[in-house]
């Protein structure tokens, strides 16, 4: 049974494989075709906290692919019902494939162990695989190629920092990552990543106008994520000389492009100024989640059906 908790769960050559049929089917989707590879299937989205990107793209992604999904909140009282063995264990006889948004990473994992079927991490405090392997098309996208890259992330070393260094270390994108002191990314992870990624090339600082110099892209995510909400004042502080702004592009090549997860908190993270650029691809990288949601599910449901 695979699943796709993190991006340790995929190889590198899976992940082009994975951006071969987004690529396939994203070109189908401009000429109006849908194409249905998956009828008949059925996944359901378990999310215990807010989403807009991760939601739609998947239930708008399975719809075109002719199955259905179904959102299971609150109501469906996951963990507090029943315990998340017994949900998951009955849910997976219902359905093909499950996209869980969780609070703690160790959800996932336990989803996965009791689970008949493939389990995606649609966010975690850990990691927002999705999300990275949406980016990384992106660019590859924008600039045709994805070889010799180097990209700087600049904020929090958080779930989406630390997917997004697994996706460059898996197809040798340089990555520098800046944040404030207190904020880096988990030196374990670091650690396990350096040896998982033989073309990881990652390094990092804590000065943002030394990180964005000669880079092709600037990503960042909001300082404060969801569940953070009482850090927020703190964190504010903390990272006030990280915000992405005119100044800081202006040290960057002119053309590098501006990169975020979305939502956005504008005004802290990002400027509108630099987010409604001409140079941020925060829309197309958006739009992609659904696209790459879509080469995810056919590349998943074909790997369990062989
Ligand atoms: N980027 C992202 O995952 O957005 P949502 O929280 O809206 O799903
Ligand atoms: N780091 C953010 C990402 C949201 C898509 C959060 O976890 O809230």
Known sequence: MRHLLTLRDVSAAEVQRIFSITEDLKTKHSQGLRQALLPGRVLALVFEKQSLRTRVSFEAGMAHLGGSSLMLGEDAGFGKRESIADFVRVLSQMVDVIVVRSKRHATVDEFARHSACPIINGLTDLAHPCQALADLYTLREHFGKLEGLHVAWVGDGNNVARSFAEACGHLGVRLTVCTPKGYELDPDFVHEANQHYPLLRLTTTYDPRAAVRGVAAVYT?????????TEREQRKHD????????ELMALAPRDAVFLHCLPAHRGEEVTDEVIDSPLSLVVPQAANRMH?????LVWLLAAKAG
Do not use: H, L
């Not at 995510?221 to 909400?229: K, P």
């Open 292 to 296: 790459v949601q879509k080469g995810i």
């Open 221 to 229: 995510d909001v300082w404060t994520s969801m569940g953070q909400e």
């Open 239 to 246: 990272f006030a000389n990280y915000q992405i702004n005119r």
